[in-house]
């Protein structure tokens, strides 16, 4: 069966762009996720949706952070006017809503300039 | 503020050895306890996760020891393969929550 899937998996942007990340979860999971991961780090929680809903956004940085899910199923995390230190690679989650196992997808590697 | 402390940050081990990685936390509100495996390139993948009524859980060739009373937990990885070369992050979550706070990773490396 199909994992967690994300795109693009690199996307290279000039400081002051918008970008739009994707995520496609595991079909059926309930409970969506990002994180954002610094190089050498541990992923850092940024949000979670149940359904369409985002009952948690306490982990984004700024309000240039976005994200939604507005059918249930996939996700878009938006940054708008990119700044250098969002550089990272993006990780999104799924889960059956059971308060368990989170399946990873690949992440998106964001390079601003 | 790290929320969840692990040590060593990168470990070395001939094929056959037992490298063992160790995590701290403060949080009493914490109460399960997984460990996922990074490959370059890859999300994180759960490789086994205890809960603190337990002291300690096996799966395989992996090991969790758990001491509440410390608030510590370990991973030991034994009969360990070049294939285990990974980074490794523990994690927690609080109750009721699914929220995970991972530990900073150990760089695994395993010779032949």
């Known amino acids: 069966g199909a994992g967690v899937s994300q795109s693009p998996r690199y996307k290279v942007a000039k400081r002051g762009q918008d970008v739009a990340l994707r995520c496609d979860p595991i079909?059926?999971?309930?409970?969506l996720f990002w994180y954002q991961q610094a190089l050498g780090q541990g992923p850092e929680f940024l949000t979670y949706?149940?359904?369409?809903?985002?009952?948690?956004k306490s982990g984004l940085p700024s309000d240039r952070f976005f994200a939604e899910r507005p059918e249930g199923s996939v996700s878009t995390l938006k940054i708008q006017r990119t700044q250098q230190e969002d550089s990272a690679v993006y990780l999104c989650?799924?889960?059956?809503?059971?308060?368990?196992?989170?399946?990873f997808g690949p992440g998106t590697r964001l390079l601003v300039l | 503020q790290q929320q969840v402390k692990q040590s060593p940050q990168s470990l070395i081990v001939q094929k056959g050895g037992i490298p063992i990685i160790n995590c701290a936390y403060e949080?009493?509100?914490?109460?399960?306890f997984p460990w996922y495996q990074q490959f370059p390139g890859k999300g994180p993948a759960l490789l086994i996760a205890?809960?603190?009524?337990?002291s300690e859980k096996k799966e395989g060739r992996f090991t969790i020891s758990f001491n509440k009373s410390a608030k510590q937990f370990s991973l030991h990885i034994m009969d360990s393969q070049p294939g285990d070369s990974a980074t490794y992050f523990c994690?927690?979550?609080?109750?009721?929550?699914?929220?995970?706070?991972f530990g900073t990773g150990t760089r695994l490396q395993v010779f032949p």
């Open positions: 989650a799924s889960d059956e809503g059971s308060m368990e196992t989170q399946y």
């Open positions: 079909s059926g999971h309930v409970s």
């Open positions: 949706f149940q359904n369409e809903a985002q009952l948690d």
């Open positions: 949080n009493t509100a914490f109460d399960y």
């Open positions: 205890i809960r603190p009524d337990v």
């Open positions: 994690a927690a979550t609080e109750f009721n929550t699914d929220k995970l706070i």
